[in-house]
């Protein structure tokens, strides 16, 4: 059997399903192929960025994204005695906060969206198998037959062990750390309504508000060491989250089962090319980052958005060429590799308990605090929204080796390194010189 269709997606997690909506709404045929047929019970990101709710806003999905998300712009930092905050509502215009939603509610609310439009089509419990001759080999579950997928384009949003990155003979440089991190959602306290990020010695541990009275956290535990935890038991969980945050007395041990408490192995990788031919890769596809500034799923959406942008154009001008998605490598490679570095500093903040790390992380949260360049520099880049990169001034600012400027920016400053349409979709403006 046979399928026919304009773009097929491989994988409909947050990345596939973004792309699939956007080009659905462009009335473009689009097959969306996930292997999963129900929802998953693994942990994946929650926490969306700026520019992940503008992207939202202009896929007309906020409104509901928000009524079923809870929403805060402040991450209070504590390290030891000490509280230091960061907070998004520097950031001028109407996306100054941040908003935590359950995975698998984000993907349900993406895919009722899709299926609004009769171009859009979804085959669940479908795994993507290889790739022949330019044709996709499809396994459908309690199906005998296989599916031949035939294409335009073949775009690859199945995750980190994508068949498609591997036929294109992309190849992936690897990042490894010497921690991981416990997971788990418990009922939280009233007062817990915004990010926290608690620090003591060796110990972190992140705790970031749900809706329906629930907190997502996050505890930090050295390589090697999770069957310790493990054999230790539930109680030992507890008092871990109950010395750094005894509020949690009463929430944290409403958990009575570690099956409920998921280990998460961060890494980090980027794939050297997002492109070949008809072939394309976004999300974990092409890079995953350390999960300590809570980017991954929001790099997917704006993966989505850039090549949903050039897809939809191509196919509404009819001059459907695979040499222009080129254009999408260009733009979302370079902010990938900022926002992956960007990470890597955030996580090796936070790698090693002897005391001159632990003071420079300190010194560093400081100065951030003090200093409005920095603080906007750190709040915008990890947004999304805008790029502004550090300097050698800052990283001495941070360092404390030169005092913090403490004039606020204006208005004008803060806006002169927001993304235009231009820097998102540089090839509508050169087009329109081709016409
Ligand atoms: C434990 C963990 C914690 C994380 N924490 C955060 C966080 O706090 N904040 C954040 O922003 N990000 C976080 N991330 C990262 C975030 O979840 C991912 O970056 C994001 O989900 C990427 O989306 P994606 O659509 O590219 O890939 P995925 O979410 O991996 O989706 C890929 C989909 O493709 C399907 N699939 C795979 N292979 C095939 C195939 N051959 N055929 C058909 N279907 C296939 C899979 O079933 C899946 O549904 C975390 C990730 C993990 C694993």
Redesign the pocket.
């Known amino acids: 059997m046979s399928m026919n269709t304009e773009i097929a997606i491989?994988?409909?997690?947050?990345?596939?399903l973004t792309l699939g909506l956007k080009l659905a709404r462009a009335n473009i045929e689009v097959l969306v192929?996930?292997?999963?047929d129900a929802p998953s019970s693994v942990?994946?990101?929650?926490?969306l960025q700026p520019k992940s709710l503008k992207i939202f806003k202009r896929l007309d999905a906020l409104d509901v994204i928000r009524e079923n998300g809870f929403s805060f712009s402040r991450i209070a930092f504590e390290e030891g005695e000490k509280e230091f905050a960061m907070d998004y509502s520097i950031l001028p215009g109407e996306y100054d906060y941040s908003l935590m939603i359950e995975?698998e509610k984000l993907k349900g609310i993406l895919l009722k969206r899709a299926l609004r439009y009769p171009s859009f089509h979804y085959l669940s419990g479908?795994?993507?198998k290889e790739y022949d001759n330019g044709e996709l080999i499809v396994k459908r579950k309690d199906v005998k037959e296989q599916l031949t997928v035939k294409a335009d384009f073949f775009i690859g949003?199945?995750?980190?062990?994508s068949?498609t990155r591997k036929v294109m003979n992309s190849k992936i440089k690897k990042i490894e750390y010497n921690h991981q991190f416990l997971t788990v959602t418990f009922p939280r306290p009233q007062s817990l309504e915004e990010g926290k990020i608690i620090s003591k010695d060796e110990r972190f541990l992140g705790l970031f508000p749900l809706p329906d009275a629930k907190v997502r956290s996050v505890y930090l535990i050295p390589e090697g060491t999770y069957k310790k935890h493990l054999q230790k038991g539930i109680h030992h969980f507890h008092k871990n989250y109950l010395e750094l945050l005894p509020e949690l007395e009463g929430y944290v041990t409403r958990l009575k089962n570690w099956k409920d408490i998921q280990l998460?192995i961060p890494t980090a990788f980027y794939a050297d090319k997002y492109v070949d031919g008809r072939l394309a890769i976004?999300?974990?596809?092409a890079h995953?980052v350390h999960?300590m500034a809570?980017?991954?799923?929001?790099?997917?959406i704006q993966d989505a958005d850039i090549l949903g942008e050039l897809l939809a154009e191509m196919y509404t001008s009819g001059r459907i060429s695979p040499d222009k998605l080129k254009w999408y490598e260009k733009v979302r490679k370079p902010r990938a590799e900022n926002m992956i570095s960007l990470s890597h500093l955030s996580a090796i903040a936070y790698s090693y308990s002897n005391r001159v790390i632990t003071g420079i992380r300190r010194k560093g949260l400081k100065q951030i605090e003090r200093d409005k360049t920095l603080q906007y520099k750190q709040m915008l880049n990890v947004s999304g929204l805008g790029y502004w990169p550090e300097s050698l001034w800052d990283r001495l600012i941070q360092a404390g080796m030169l005092p913090a400027r403490r004039p606020e920016l204006s208005a004008a400053d803060k806006s002169h390194y927001f993304y235009t349409e231009k820097d998102d979709y540089p090839w509508k403006k050169v087009e329109q010189y081709d016409k």
């Open positions: 491989v994988g409909g997690g947050i990345g596939g192929l996930e292997k999963l942990y994946k990101g929650e926490l995975h479908t795994l993507a949003a199945e995750g980190r062990n068949i998460m976004l999300g974990d596809a995953t999960p809570g980017e991954g799923m929001n790099m997917a």
